[in-house]
């Protein structure tokens, strides 16, 4: 079992900055895929970024490539999600997410084991 709890959400303006960060316990950290997943009001469910267990692979969805970038420190079992260029389509609950799973791209496509509750993010004009 894993926990993940997230924070850092909140209303900004666009073209604003924010950063997330999600705190981990439970078992190994180290055995986790982590990534970010953020579902708006009415939407389906979006892939936002992953990051592979010792962070040397990331992906990211169309989106938000170029403007976010997902980092994790191992030593503090967390992973933060940066967020550059915010735009109001960027308004979602923002949860992150682990997979005990052999690769990130499984994230890519949807998958994870365990999710936190979620913080929101909110960009206004």
């Known amino acids: 079992q894993v926990q993940l709890v997230e924070s850092g959400g909140g209303l900004v303006q666009a073209g604003d900055s924010l950063r997330l960060s999600c705190a981990t316990s439970?078992?190994?950290?180290?055995?986790?895929?982590l990534g970010w997943f953020r579902q708006a009001p009415g939407k389906e469910r979006e892939f936002v970024a992953v990051i592979s267990r010792i962070g040397s692979i990331t992906y990211y969805g169309d989106s938000v490539k170029g403007r976010f970038t997902i980092s994790r420190d191992n030593a503090k079992n967390t992973v933060a999600l940066q967020m550059n260029s915010l735009k109001p389509e960027d308004t979602a609950l923002y949860y992150c997410?682990?997979?005990?799973?052999?690769?990130?791209?499984?994230?890519?496509?949807?998958?994870?084991?365990?999710r936190g509750q979620g913080t929101q993010v909110t960009v206004s004009l």
């Open positions: 439970g078992r190994t950290y180290n055995s986790y895929i």
């Open positions: 997410a682990a997979y005990g799973g052999p690769t990130p791209q499984a994230m890519f496509r949807g998958m994870y084991d365990y």
